[in-house]
Nanobody, 125 residues
């Protein structure tokens, strides 16, 4: 069974950093593309970053380029999202998800079919 579990959220001041972890089970972490998404109250779920299963390449939303970095540790079956220079507008529930399909690497949430429960990130001004 494919499972994902996020951790590492919390409260941080603007300009600070957090590292989110997504521990996977039921499949090798490099077997599927893994993405990070976020959803703020009253807003649609937004793709933030994703790491490709095939070659480990990554894609990012324009809003986080240069500030967030996605990486994975195959030995620990874990994908990380390092978030630096955080802004109040980064406040949201963050989710990781796995894309087990055969489509192109994407940040579109509809392509991801296994989701974790989420972890809250709050950035104070």
């Amino acid at each position: 069974e494919v499972q994902l579990a996020e951790s590492g959220g919390g409260l941080v001041q603007a300009g600070g950093s957090l590292r989110l972890s997504c521990e996977t089970s039921g499949f090798p972490v490099d077997g599927y593309s893994i993405g990070w998404f976020r959803q703020a109250p009253g807003k649609e779920r937004e793709g933030v970053a994703s790491i490709n299963s095939f070659d480990g390449s990554s894609i990012y939303a324009d809003s986080v380029k240069g500030r967030f970095t996605i990486s994975r540790d195959n030995a620990k079956n874990t994908v990380f999202l390092q978030m630096n220079s955080l802004k109040p507008e980064d406040t949201a529930a963050y989710y990781c998800a796995a894309d087990t399909g055969l489509g192109p690497h994407t940040l579109a949430a509809m392509a991801y079919n296994h989701w974790g429960q989420g972890t809250q990130v709050t950035v104070s001004s």
